[in-house]
């Protein structure tokens, strides 16, 4: 493969479509060409879009949508963005008039440090269903698999390819796209029917990966260098197997990228859909080049917002990002220069692990519903949503420090306010006793209030799981009695801190997209039909949950079965009688046990009896922390993604 054949056809294709819409237009030189752009939706870049004529799309969408609240409200906040841009572009003049040398300098510092990180060891493995919830429809009515068709009445969550080139798409309402593709035929959803097919899907991943990490309902990471290795065969073989036993077993087809790391393994799963693979090399000099002429809006974290700020400074592909590098975090934060810098590299992690081993940030429930002033209604939707909070906590196992209140109002602004308990708080009562005076100020601060969403949601989150953590802070062996996959917990907490490894800032940005995918579909239901406001309450409800990975035989090589856990404390022993009775006596010491509370911080290590053990191969080595930048680790499951 060339490397001309590595970049899109259609590298510019988002940078025309605005230029042609500003300049074709019947509204000429406006603020309303970039809100015709921003109405375009966030899958824009979806694939079976290449060939669409957006700027007749963004026509439709713009005058069906014109005069609505709705579009009050796009217009203000891309009119708020206009300004900010210019506030941006002051600051970049200002900067261009002093010496930069020591940002240009900490800039390459950096880009060296990074380097000195690239991993090329790994082979990782993006893998996307094709039109899911569409496809699993189609095997129910195969008569729908050459007609265009759609999954959601009010707004669309997916629709086929032959809908796509009509330019219907995901998050778009169903009123608009009948008016694109009028032969268009849009079912409900059936959430049930779509699990139970991901659920087939997720059971052959776990024979390629058993730690395979799910990233939606239809997409998932792997990590094949083990299996690459193991069974002798080349990675584009062993994805090419996987894509047939998913569709020989499952009936339907998934779309695979396969690249050094996760971030490039997304752009790459987008490049041959439907029903196709494309690797990108794992070579420092084909990713630089994969990276150079990419759009930034290609980038998994790079929204439409963030992408017309860098548009705006000259940065409309991941190659220009190097020449404007001294800028980055002046004008938009430290984060966003790393982020940029990892998009401009081809960097990303290579460690994969399942998704409900990440630390969860928040639980939440809200709720969509016709616009309600009246207040005894607006208190009973807040019960109603306690109820539903207390559920969901129950059933992830947690209680919130702070619970935040999320009111949309009928002109589409969102508020929220937060509110500290004097103790962490899990049941109806209490979250209702904690929400309703922020509700009430609330209703004196605007007068006349008219909701249409409401919701509540726990951060600062207390794991309240039995056993779970014991006298000292420590995560307590788990009651299945399975001490190596404690010790596991243990260990790599342990090489965590002796290492200071880092998660990228990249899933701050990627959270920030997906976010932004729902909010765009949370407020499209305004202009949809007022009956399906009920389909999106069932959305929004749905995908929240990863499950663990389908259990297989599994056994981590850095694990060392030789040890005992002590019964007081839960900590992993070296497996001596001497030793352990030592401990034991330790332990049962009073004053011993005052004396080690006070020392041992809650996130607790391994003992010192326990060396620490070399991290597996299999997982990849995180990049090197920079000491300034706390860890953020972003909950995958909250926000389902739709194709």
Known sequence: MTLKELQWPIASQESALKNRIATKSPILNNEHNTLKYHLLGPSLTKAGQETVDQQKVSEIIYNASRGSKFFNNEENKDRSLTQKIDRILAKKRQLER???????????????????????????????????????????????????????????????????????????AGFVALKLCPNLICLPLNFGKYTAKAKEVREILADYDPRFE???????????????????????????????????????????????????????????????????????????????????????????????????????TCGDIYSQRAYLAKLFGEKAFQFLMQCYLGLGRTWIQPANEYERKSVGTESTFHDMSDKSELRGKLRWIAEELEKD?????????????????????VLTRQTVPPKAVETAQELYKFALPMMTKLEKEIPGMRLRLMGLRCTNLVSTKKGEIDFFGIRRQKSSGNTDENLVEHTKHAVDNEDEWQVWPEEEFEEAVRQERQDEMNEIERLSQEEQIEEANRRLKHGREILPNPGKDYEDPAVDSNCWYCPICSRPQVASDK?????????????????????IPAAAILSSDISILPVSSKTGRKPGKRKADPPSINERSQQPFFR
């Open 393 to 413: 906590l129950t059933r992830t196992q947690f209680k919130g420090r702070t619970l935040v209140l999320k009111i949309k109002l009928h002109t589409y602004e």
């Open 579 to 599: 030793n352990f009775n030592d401990h034991i006596d330790y332990c049962l010491s009073r004053q011993t046990i005052k004396e080690v509370a006070r020392a």
């Open 214 to 316: 799910s990233a939606s309902i239809d997409e998932a990471y792997l990590n094949i260098t083990d299996y690459c290795k193991e069974k002798i065969m080349e990675p584009e073989d062993v994805v090419t197997q996987l894509r047939d036993e998913v569709f020989e077993k499952a009936h339907i087809t998934i779309s695979a990228g396969i690249a050094a790391n996760a971030k490039i393994a997304k752009i790459a799963s987008n490049r041959n859909k439907p029903n196709g693979q494309f690797r990108v090399d794992t070579s420092r000099t084909t990713i630089l080049a994969f990276m150079r002429d990419l759009p930034t809006r290609k980038v998994n974290g790079i929204g439409r917002v963030f992408e017309r700020e860098l548009d705006a400074i000259g940065v409309k």
């Open 98 to 172: 002093v010496d930069l040398a020591s940002d240009l300098r900490r800039a390459d510092e950096y880009i060296t440090e990074l380097e000195m990180s690239r991993d090329l060891s790994q082979t990782i493995v993006h893998i996307d269903c094709d039109a899911f919830y569409a496809a699993v429809e189609e095997l129910d009515r195969p008569q729908l698999k050459d007609v265009p068709m759609a999954v959601g009445k009010g707004v669309l969550t997916t629709c086929n390819y032959h809908a796509r080139k009509f330019g219907c798409r995901s998050g778009m």
